[in-house]
């Protein structure tokens, strides 16, 4: 019989999800045991530390939007939010050896100081990037304006289910012509999704353009920062926090407690709540039905690898963000310039870049030498930079992961799994439930705190 006033919880996975989810069953009164694998929380979003630097760097490129209610709620809770900036960094496109500008602020900061100046910095922001759209040679001047009217058709259409039945890739082209579709959009799609590009749902793009702001958010302290409070939070209100913990198996038991399986012991739970991947779930769980696991093996997605050099010297001198196109053949689709959108005080003076892919599980960068991938990406920064040089680069580090985007096919609302499971008292919380939105750590507190209420629910 379960004692449903108090229950003894057990979450796989200490990342941003399965954190959220132990604040708000301890919230509620239940005993937590948090298992995380790694070394150190936070999962996707975790940071790593230079000794030369103040700040910890995310292992992949994070920020976040103006309107990620939840975890900007989150943040409050955790008084938190002092801790929070929004800077308007230039986002840009690569195209035939150029670099465009899309989003690129048309105030500085000392705008938002005078009255009223917020709100005219955002429309600044909006106008700026209409402009940088109808500037865009490479394509003729009308398919520059299909370009903005689809934009503002996609930001302004308040219904996403209809769209799910269309691909991006269909819908794009039909609204905006073949040139501009190849010249803006493709290249995200692309980028994102590798070969299965062509069939992600036009519903995910809607979500995209959506949630997109032209400020993005980051925290002193780096996402490690934010991760750090929510820990320290759960271990206050009586969590326990395990690092190191693997969790080898999950075990339903005769009387419906479940058992997890560690290196050398064997806790039991009164429920379960696993954030790890579907694909992880449903090895560590040798019991679920065949037709469950069938369907958590529909479910695709994309692994990421990305390197990140520290530099003597900066390789642009203002772009953060750049996507570049497949066709132009670089051996990455992202380059992602960290200290043009945060001061490289805070890192010593280094100056630091991302490159970065999302690969199918089995690319060879997986398993790639660090040392190797450098000797691949040079030349890369050099077309970027032609004054590039290897004597710019202080350190550099590789990080991969499997399971980092899911590929939401037609229709995919209609393949997302529950949060229960069909083992009793076995609960699951993943990003391939975030949905149509991209997922991202805002949807991971949202979904994390979202199980929580069904996990906890004593009814
Ligand atoms: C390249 C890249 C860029 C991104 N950019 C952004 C961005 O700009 N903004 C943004 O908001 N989000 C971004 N994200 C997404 C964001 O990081 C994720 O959506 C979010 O962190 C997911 O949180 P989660 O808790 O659901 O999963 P995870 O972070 O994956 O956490 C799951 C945890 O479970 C642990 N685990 C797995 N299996 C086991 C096991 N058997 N036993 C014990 N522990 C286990 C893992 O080690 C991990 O810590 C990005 C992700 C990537 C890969």
């Known amino acids: 019989m379960l004692n449903t006033a108090s229950m003894n919880i057990g979450i796989i996975g200490a990342g941003v999800a399965g954190l959220s989810a132990a604040y708000d069953l301890l919230k509620a009164g239940h005993r937590v045991t948090v298992y995380e694998a790694r070394p150190y929380a936070g999962g996707l979003a975790a940071g790593f530390k230079d000794e030369a630097w103040e700040w910890p760097l995310e292992r ?6 103006a309107g990620d209610r939840d ?4 943040v409050d809770e955790l008084d938190f939010a002092d801790r929070v900036f929004f800077p308007s960094p230039v986002t840009s496109i690569y195209k035939d050896g150029r670099l465009y500008p899309i989003n690129k602020p048309l105030f500085g900061p000392w705008l938002e100081k005078v009255p009223l100046g917020k709100q005219l910095a955002n429309l600044g922001d909006l106008a700026a990037t209409a402009l940088r759209v109808l500037a865009f040679k490479p394509i003729p001047l009308p398919a520059r304006f299909r370009v903005g009217l689809a934009t503002a058709y996609i930001r ?11 691909t991006a890739h269909a819908w794009l082209t039909r609204a905006v012509g073949a040139r501009a ?12 999704f590798g070969d299965y590009y062509q069939q992600v749902n036009m519903a995910w793009f809607w979500a995209r353009i959506v949630a997109r702001s032209p400020k993005l958010g980051y925290f ?7 991760v750090d409070a929510l820990v320290d939070k759960v271990r206050a209100l009586g969590g326990d926090v395990r690092l190191n913990t693997h969790v080898r198996g999950i075990h339903p038991e005769a009387g419906g407690q479940i058992c997890l399986e560690l290196r050398d012991e064997a806790p039991l739970h009164e429920r379960v ?4 991947s579907p694909q992880m779930l449903r090895e560590r769980t040798p019991m679920l039905p ?6 958590l093996d529909n479910l695709k997605s994309m692994g990421a690898v990305v390197m990140v050099m520290a530099l003597k010297q900066p390789v642009t001198h203002e772009h953060y963000w750049i996507n570049i196109p497949k066709r132009e053949g670089f051996p990455f689709l992202a380059f992602v310039e960290h200290t043009n959108y945060i001061d490289k005080q805070h890192y010593g003076g280094d100056h630091l870049i991302y490159c970065g892919d999302y690969l199918a599980p089995g690319h060879p960068y997986f398993e790639m030498e660090p040392e190797v991938m450098l000797e691949t990406f040079i030349p890369a920064l050099q077309r970027l930079n032609p004054a590039f040089d290897r004597s710019w680069i202080r350190k550099f580090w590789k990080f ?23 083992i009793p008292h076995l609960y699951m919380t993943n990003m391939s439930q975030v949905y149509p939105w991209d997922r991202g750590t805002n949807y991971a507190v949202e979904i994390g705190r979202r199980a929580a209420g069904i996990v906890g629910n004593t009814d």
Do not use: D, M
Not at 411 to 420: A, L, R
């Open 181 to 192: 579709y190849e010249a803006f959009w493709q290249p995200l799609l692309e980028g994102k």
């Open 60 to 65: 992949f490129y994070h920020h976040i939007f």
């Open 400 to 422: 991969s992961e499997i399971y980092a985007q899911p590929v939401p096919f037609l229709n995919h609302s209609q393949n997302i799994p529950p949060i229960q499971t069909p």
């Open 290 to 295: 065949a037709s469950y696991t069938a369907g």
């Open 156 to 166: 302004y259409n308040p219904r996403w289910q209809p769209l799910e039945q269309v």
């Open 273 to 276: 709540l696993a954030t790890c």
């Open 71 to 74: 975890i900007l709620a989150l």
């Open 220 to 226: 002193a302290g780096g996402f490690q920062g934010f």
